[in-house]
């Protein structure tokens, strides 16, 4: 079964220009989720979507960012325009389905893709 | 707001040897999993251990272990019989609505 994958790997662009990160979950994973680690720092959560709909994207820095999730199959991030503090590692996750909320149902485990590394220069 | 921290940014260990990573974490949850991920460089986070809040007995996966201090917010990683394949970056996190990562601890195998 192929894993989390992610596009592209690496990612060098000047500041004020427009990227878009690729994420494709395990087939038949609701969930999505993006994360961020800046250099040397924590991986910080970005956003969570639940088939198509976006369930909490309160992770996200400002409104230069946009996700989507076309049809509840692959999700694309998009930063426009880009800034220099954006550098860093994306990382997408996905996970089967939750069975109800909150920590007493059963925890999914989220697979992770590579990450993405973009570097604004 | 929950926080992890991985007071170690870089640890070393002597093949054959064991190695302890420590994690601290806050919260006002009873309720949560802890967990450590796995990094290799260049290669996908993979889930090494998991423990559940509720449970008192320390997770065990193979020479994985942990020791899960609940009044004092800590959780550490003991890896036995350190192999060159264990070197990567190691991830502390926390979940009871979303996953909370520390900083990560970069673990080098010295053969």
């Known amino acids: 079964e192929a894993g989390v994958t992610q596009f592209p790997s690496h990612s060098v662009i000047e500041k004020g220009q427009t990227v878009t990160l690729r994420c494709d979950p395990i087939s038949g994973h609701d969930n999505l989720y993006w994360y961020r680690r800046v250099m040397g720092k924590e991986i910080k959560f970005l956003l969570h979507f639940v088939k198509e709909s976006k369930q909490d994207e309160s992770g996200m820095p400002n409104n230069r960012f946009l996700a989507e999730r076309t049809g509840g199959t692959y999700s694309t991030l998009k930063v426009q325009p880009a800034e220099l503090e954006d550098s860093g590692v994306y990382f997408c996750?996905?996970?089967?389905?939750?069975?109800?909320?909150?920590?007493?149902?059963?925890?999914?485990?989220?697979?992770f893709g590579p990450g993405t590394r973009l570097t604004v220069l | 707001a929950q926080t992890v921290t991985q007071s170690q940014p870089e640890m070393s260990v002597q093949e054959a040897e064991t190695v302890t990573l420590s994690c601290t974490y806050d919260?006002?949850?009873?309720?949560?999993?802890l967990f450590w991920y796995k990094q290799p460089p260049s290669r996908q986070m993979i889930l090494v251990i998991r423990?559940?809040?509720?449970?008192?007995q320390n997770a065990t996966e193979n020479r994985f272990s942990v020791n899960f201090q609940k009044a004092a917010k800590s959780f550490s990683l003991k890896i036995s019989d350190s192999q060159l394949g264990d070197a990567a970056m190691y991830f502390c996190?926390?979940?009871?609505?979303?996953?909370?990562f520390g900083a990560g601890t970069i673990l080098r195998v010295k053969s």
């Open positions: 996190a926390y979940y009871s609505v979303k996953l909370v």
């Open positions: 996750a996905s996970s089967q389905g939750l069975l109800g909320t909150g920590v007493s149902s059963s925890y999914n485990e989220q697979f």
């Open positions: 423990q559940e809040a509720y449970k008192q």
């Open positions: 919260t006002s949850e009873s309720d949560y999993y």
